[in-house]
């Protein structure tokens, strides 16, 4: 059974940074592409970034430059390094597992709150 | 503002059919294959529709959907009242390098 397991958020003030995790267990992270998409509180689904199996990145316009994806094949783990966070990157972040043709698992989310 | 453009609601009595429109362009929809996502209140997304009108396993075939041009229909046979919830399409945009979703739709049975 596939699960991915998100964790990392919490409250943070603007300007700071965060690192949030995703543990997956089920899927190999390394062979599959691995997104991040959040939900601010009350809106709608908002694509963040993917990682390709080969190691490409892509990003949202919103948070190029702040934002890094990236991998650890030692822990089966995604993460996402958010800097310069803004109160505008508030939101629940989801990792999710495959192309935008289909995310086909998905985590339970973390809540990130970017307030003075 | 989406770059996917959905209506925010539909509606309908139980036993009914509803559709839902996702429009876009040749960067996106056009050119590249859509899915769509069902989302119960306090839960995360699931992917109900992948590559334009495929289902994956365990999703009843009550829900269907298709792509014409640079725009795609979910659709919903037989509503039932676990079917309230807001779904999403998606894709990725060629032009961004990115991926996209619509803003989402209110399903309500009536």
């Known amino acids: 059974e596939v699960q991915l397991v998100e964790s990392g958020g919490g409250l943070v003030q603007p300007g700071g940074s965060l690192r949030l995790s995703c543990a997956a267990s089920?899927?190999?992270?390394?062979?599959?592409?691995m997104n991040w998409v959040r939900q601010a509180p009350g809106k709608g689904l908002d694509w963040v970034s993917v990682?390709?199996?080969?190691?490409?990145?892509y990003y949202a316009d919103s948070v190029k430059g702040r934002f890094t994806i990236s991998r650890d094949n030692s822990k089966n783990t995604l993460y996402l390094q958010m800097n310069s966070l803004r109160v505008e990157d508030t939101a629940i972040y989801f990792c999710?597992?495959?192309?935008?043709?289909?995310?086909?698992?998905w985590g339970q989310g973390t809540l990130v709150t970017v307030s003075s | 503002q989406s770059v996917l453009t959905q209506p925010p609601s539909v509606s309908a009595a139980p036993g009914q059919r509803v559709t839902i429109s996702c429009s876009g362009s040749?960067?996106?929809?056009?050119?590249?294959?859509v899915s769509w996502y069902q989302q119960l209140p306090g839960t995360a997304p699931k992917l109900l529709i992948y590559?334009?009108?495929k289902r994956p396993s365990g999703i009843p075939d009550r829900f269907s959907g298709s792509k014409s041009g640079t725009s795609a229909t979910l659709g919903i046979t037989g509503l039932q009242t676990g079917d309230e919830a807001d779904y999403y399409c998606?894709?990725?945009?060629?032009?961004?390098?990115?991926?996209?979703f619509g803003g989402g739709t209110k399903v309500t049975v009536l």
């Open positions: 999710a597992r495959g192309t935008m043709a289909g995310l086909g698992y």
């Open positions: 089920g899927l190999i992270v390394s062979s599959n592409y």
């Open positions: 990682i390709y199996t080969g190691g490409s990145t």
């Open positions: 040749s960067s996106n929809i056009g050119n590249n294959y």
């Open positions: 590559d334009n009108d």
């Open positions: 998606g894709t990725w945009d060629s032009s961004l390098s990115a991926g996209v």
